[in-house]
């Protein structure tokens, strides 16, 4: 697998613009090259992602039940990223970053992985797992605006559009079950935006300055890096007794273990390498709408007017963000 070369110099114009339809809520640098037509194969690893990370935001809700935020969080990212080093090994890529990279794997982890496990984590405490799913998908949009201070790319008209129209997902879900009801969201709201802005500028900033890493190498020690801090802040801090886990609880550890860092991630990738970088980035859409659909099934979460109008203004503002 061939790796980026390092670029110090600004993208922007149509590389800019084709950089940023890459962007998706749980992408890492550097995907492989896609090619420009689409597979079965691809359809199918692609399908398997959206279904691993879409299933995963109301076990993580689930589990916050059983669990306090940081260690859940922390603690799976850990044994994630030992899983993931061991598939890039498997696979014959090196885990060896050169001495000039680690500076910028460590601002990529931070903001990719840290400030989001821990802030959708903390996100989940207040919110519903579906309406915490539709405010991180809103990723997108936050890093086509972010383009233009970063990337030097002006706005075009679909990205305001497409801000609007995260702003009316936004609304939608603020105004759903009353005024009393929304502020007492408003902590995991803030927390959720702040996660999915994170992202949006570990993202757009790894467009500008790529690591130049393997995928599985550069997503492994991003979740290593970013996770062991978290855990070992959450051992000291919360209180947690991992043996008055449930057999469900165990059963949901596993499955945000293995499937959301290893199956999922290694399905992502494969798809990348098998599908136009567009296709990919769209079909990531499914995420969002599994997540909702599982959440009210599993969690007897409600799947109102409210919620469909989010979820739909939500994905029209991702579809435009990821088009213009």
Request: with cysteine; charged share 10%.
């Amino acid at each position: 697998m061939p790796v980026p070369q390092w670029r110090s110099a600004p993208i922007t114009g149509k590389a800019a613009a084709d950089s940023l339809r890459r962007l998706t809520p749980m992408t890492l640098p550097n995907p492989p090259p896609a090619p420009a037509h689409i597979t079965p194969a691809g359809l199918m690893f692609l399908a398997i992602t959206s279904v691993g990370w879409g299933f995963n935001w109301p076990v993580t809700k689930y589990l916050l039940g059983e669990l306090p935020p940081l260690i859940l969080r922390g603690s799976t990212g850990v044994v994630g990223a030992c899983l993931l080093a061991g598939l890039a090994m498997l696979s014959g890529q090196s885990l060896r970053v050169p001495r000039n990279i680690w500076p910028r794997l460590v601002l990529a982890a931070f903001l990719n992985v840290a400030c989001w496990m821990v802030l959708m984590g903390l996100a989940l405490v207040w919110l519903p797992a579906s309406e915490a799913a539709l405010i991180a998908y809103t990723m997108p949009v936050w890093a086509s605006i972010l383009a233009w201070p970063i990337l030097g790319e002006r706005p075009t008209l679909l990205r305001v559009v497409s801000l609007l129209m995260a702003f009316a997902g936004l609304s939608a879900i603020m105004g759903g079950n009353g005024f009393a009801a929304s502020m007492a969201k408003l902590p995991g709201i803030v927390m959720a935006l702040g996660g999915a802005m994170g992202f949006a500028v570990g993202t757009v900033l790894a467009k500008k300055l790529p690591l130049g890493l393997p995928p599985l190498t550069a997503a492994a020690w991003q979740v290593a890096i970013g996770c062991t801090p978290v855990a070992i802040v959450g051992f000291f801090v919360e209180k947690a007794d991992v043996a008055d886990l449930s057999e469900l609880g165990w059963i949901l550890i596993v499955y945000s273990t293995v499937v959301q860092f290893c199956i999922a991630y290694v399905s992502w990738f494969a798809a990348l390498a098998r599908l136009p970088a567009s296709v990919a980035a769209i079909g990531t859409m499914a995420v969002p709408v599994i997540g909702v659909v599982a959440s009210a099934v599993a969690l007897h979460e409600p799947l109102g007017p409210g919620q469909i109008a989010a979820l739909v203004f939500t994905l029209a503002g991702v579809v435009l963000a990821t088009r213009s």
